[in-house]
């Protein structure tokens, strides 16, 4: 496994990161299971470990605690937080008063004093981000992160982040974290922009598509993807042609579709790890027999023609939407002013 710099942190990293999501409730239930999952990965070279509190609530970062012992200080260890936790109002988001709670209970979890990569899971609109970044500022001078990261984030959110801890003394922002495959190219035209000239490292998710993009999801044909009865956009027609289109391409190169996927993810210059999510020792196999693929400019080209830079074809319904597309009031006057004259 070759190793990438983590933006200007000094910290290297592999360009494969084990994503823990699938560990636990919502994915692999079985502790013992998971942790030959994370040995084997760590044993590949894989170093970047990425999880989250809110995944299986918890459960997640217990299970990746039981894989690091005797591990913890040969791994990069990355969570994140601000999604909720509970029914209370002030359990979730990136105030201050969370952000303190939340640290310690995934240290606690994590079985860790430190956490490499903190990052924000979505931006909280509601919080002024001079407000999360002085309560991350204090977590890394109090020795309990080592870096802090955003994830999703519009280009213009990363720009006024940077500028206000460079205003105000803050620690900024080093990593970014967001969705990028074939299908989903939209960060190539400001996010992985913007990353790159901050000196930002990029981790990105979902670089198979939730599964689209390993061959399971096919025109005309079920698919056997638990998540396709929750997600919309696995059955969206626009993004099942666009795999079709696809396939060709991997079969013309002599590659599997999951492996064109993750070679095309790690290729951009911007991207420094791409997040891996196996549930299964299997699909972690096969997503390692990938990792020496070289795609050349032909297939690259052949990519474009069919996505073009800097395009998604349809949304994931986990990606992030800011308030002004949420919120009709926001795009919409009020009736008695929408005239021109």
């Known amino acids: 496994m070759h190793y990438r710099n983590l933006g200007r942190t000094g910290i290297k990293v592999s360009p494969y990161a084990l994503g823990a999501m699938m560990f636990g409730s919502i994915g692999n239930p079985d502790h013992e299971d998971a942790v030959r999952i994370i040995h084997k990965a760590l044993d590949a070279g894989i170093n970047l470990i ?12 217990e299970i990746v605690a039981k894989a690091l012992v005797g591990r913890r200080d040969d791994v990069v260890l990355a969570t994140k937080l601000s999604n909720p936790m509970g029914p209370g109002p002030n359990q979730r988001g990136t105030s201050r008063r969370w952000i303190m709670r939340a640290v310690e209970d995934s240290l606690r979890r994590l079985d860790t004093d430190y956490i490499d990569l903190y990052q924000i899971h979505r931006p909280d609109p509601e919080v002024d981000v001079e407000e999360t970044l002085s309560a991350l500022t204090d977590l890394v001078r109090a020795g309990k992160v080592r870096v802090i990261g955003s994830s999703t984030m519009p280009a213009s959110d990363i720009v006024e982040a940077q500028w206000v ?30 990353a790159e000239r901050f000196g930002m490292g990029t981790l990105v998710w979902s670089p198979l598509a939730q599964g689209m993009l390993t061959g399971r999801v096919r025109r005309g044909a079920p698919t056997d993807l638990r998540r396709a009865t929750y997600f919309g956009h696995l059955t969206d027609e626009r993004r099942v042609d ?15 579709l999951t492996h064109l996927a993750m070679a095309f993810a790690i290729a951009h210059p911007g991207v420094t790890s791409a997040i891996i999510g196996p549930r299964t020792m299997d699909q972690l196999d096969d997503l390692l027999a990938g990792s020496e693929v070289v795609l050349t400019d032909e297939i690259l080209d052949a990519v474009d023609a069919v996505i073009p830079p800097g395009t998604d074809v349809g949304a994931l319904d986990m990606a992030y939407h800011p308030p002004a597309i949420l919120r ?10 929408r005239p021109a004259a």
């Open 50 to 61: 990425d999880t989250a509190d809110v995944y299986s609530h918890g459960e997640s970062e």
């Open 328 to 337: 009709a009031d926001l795009r919409r006057r009020p009736a008695a002013e």
């Open 242 to 256: 666009t795999v079709e289109r696809v396939i060709p391409i991997a079969e013309q190169a002599g590659l599997s």
């Open 165 to 194: 801890a460079q205003r105000s003394g803050l620690h900024r922002f080093r990593t970014e974290q967001p969705t990028y495959s074939i299908l989903n190219r939209g960060i190539e035209r400001e996010v992985l922009p913007v």
